[in-house]
């Protein structure tokens, strides 16, 4: 305890806090894959150059994080810190703001919350942290909005998958103990997005990226989704930011994050408004302490302090945006994340037809199918708006020529505008003879400079794009 108290004490008071941004009217935005939680099939070249070997096989060889951090200890720190300070440049910033871009989802790992990785058991990087403190600032700089993406989670959430870090087919976040980790993760990158300056540009944290489809192997899902709303609304509850018919019924106190949320955790369940349940107070508990450590690494005092309740900097200040894949993106009677919503909710849906399922593998089957797309209003009917698609892209199952690539690209930027807009997987892509013609289909910067999405984001080659498509719903 005197340890920490000297902690608590060693940072002077520092009241600047960061300004929490809002989405745009509507979203044009690009992913940020295989940054901070890296992906190998989109850069195999550099993932072979890095240590890794096959990019397309799974288990049993080094083909994600944990893999390559398990087989190079001694090396994987400063192997990773090369390839995040050049994937992801503030040339690729210039591009993306001189392409219209306004919005950003960056794809984070838990890892980044290095304190909760179980290093005799768990294999990854570190210092990402210091780079996404370095992304988000410089996409700030450029006017770019940025969700926080909890894209692998502990435990891992989808089995085979590169894209959790893990890829394995031991699923195990659907557990008390791997619930709890996600909820510490929320709550400390909730306090980093009001207090750290560079990440005054955040508007949105998202609890999981793409769950088991299946809803019966998700058990606890759905009281997941409530508490890490409550997380979310607990901290900045305590930061003096308005919380939705919910206040506190005591003063802090104090100024200093760390205090902060060890005092509530402790407080009297019963003293304390309803959002503050066990789960969430375990949370705040866990946080607390990680965020000493946080602020260290990052050299920001400020994630440490805020003002006092009353100051106009925080009661003045919005809430962020909690951000759930959609209930339609699971089935077996799923929970509906808006059950969950206390103040400002978005709903996030991937759509993908290269991997099949959607539509017969032809041009006018695909064309058909996107014009006549009711996920948007399917989702509005039970609560899940507004509605963002926070993954497309140009990718098909069969040999796309040019032309259909013009249209490919206009019909589902018209679909997924329905709503309140897109985010394009990925940004960019790597582009060598390994990757092939990769780049052609999955890459925005290079779809601009091919001329299938065009250079204003919100324009079309041809806004009549879809009219030979749309069903007669008079005989449909």
Not at 25 to 37: A, E, F, M, R, T
Not at 222 to 237: H, K, M, P, S
Not at 430 to 445: D, F, H, I, P, V
Request: glycine letters at 6%; proline letters at 7%; aromatic letters at 14%.
């Amino acid at each position: 305890m005197q340890h920490l108290v000297a902690l608590l004490t060693s940072f002077a008071l520092f009241t600047a806090a960061a300004a929490v941004a809002s989405p745009p009217s509507k979203i044009y935005g690009v992913n940020l894959g295989s940054w901070l939680v890296l992906e190998a099939w989109m850069l195999p070249q550099e993932w072979l150059d890095m240590g890794g070997t096959s990019s397309s096989c799974c288990a049993g060889c080094i083909s994600d994080e944990w893999s390559f951090a398990q087989a190079y200890p001694n090396t994987v720190d400063e192997i990773f810190d090369t390839h995040w300070s050049t994937w992801f440049t503030e040339d690729h910033v210039q591009q993306l703001q001189a392409d219209g871009i306004n919005a950003v989802r960056i794809p984070l790992g838990y890892w980044i919350v290095e304190p909760l990785v179980n290093r005799s058991s768990e294999y990854y990087p570190r210092g990402g942290i210091k780079q996404l403190q370095r992304g988000v600032q410089q996409l700030q700089d450029a006017g770019i909005v940025v969700i926080l993406d909890h894209h692998a989670l502990p435990g891992v959430q989808t089995a085979n998958q590169q894209f959790t870090g893990h890829c394995t087919s031991d699923v195990e976040f659907y557990t008390p103990y791997n619930y709890h980790r996600a909820l510490v993760w929320t709550a400390v990158m909730t306090a980093l997005s009001h207090l750290d300056p560079a990440f005054g540009n955040v508007f949105a944290i998202e609890a999981v990226n793409e769950p088991i489809m299946d809803a019966n192997q998700t058990p606890g899902y759905g009281e997941f989704q409530i508490n890490f709303v409550q997380t979310v609304r607990a901290v900045e509850l305590i930061l003096g930011i308005p919380v939705p018919d919910v206040t506190l019924p005591f003063s802090l106190g104090t100024s200093n994050t760390t205090a902060a949320f060890m005092k509530v955790a402790a407080a009297n369940s019963t003293s304390l408004p309803a959002i503050f349940n066990p789960n969430v107070t375990a949370a705040l508990a866990e946080a607390g302490p990680i965020l000493l450590q946080v602020a260290a690494e990052l050299a920001s005092p400020s994630v440490l302090d805020f003002t006092s309740t009353q100051a106009p900097v925080f009661s003045s200040k919005t809430p962020l945006w909690t951000n759930f894949m959609d209930v339609n993106w699971q089935y077996d009677n799923p929970p509906n994340p808006a059950n969950a919503a206390i103040g400002p909710q978005g709903y996030d849906n991937h759509l993908y037809y290269n991997y099949g399922g959607v539509a017969d593998p032809n041009p006018d089957a695909y064309m058909y199918s996107i014009c006549n797309l009711q996920r948007v209003q399917a989702d509005a009917a039970l609560g899940d708006t507004p509605l963002w698609f926070g993954e497309w892209g140009l990718p098909t199952q069969f040999d796309a020529t040019d032309e259909f690539l013009y249209m490919w690209a206009d019909a589902q930027k018209m679909a997924y505008t329905e709503g309140a807009g897109w985010i394009f997987w990925n940004f960019n892509v790597e582009k060598s003879t390994l990757a092939g013609n990769l780049s052609r289909q999955w890459s925005y910067l290079d779809g601009v400079n091919y001329g299938f999405l065009t250079k204003d984001p919100a324009a079309y080659h041809n806004a009549s794009v879809c009219d030979p498509y749309y069903y007669n719903t008079t005989s449909a």
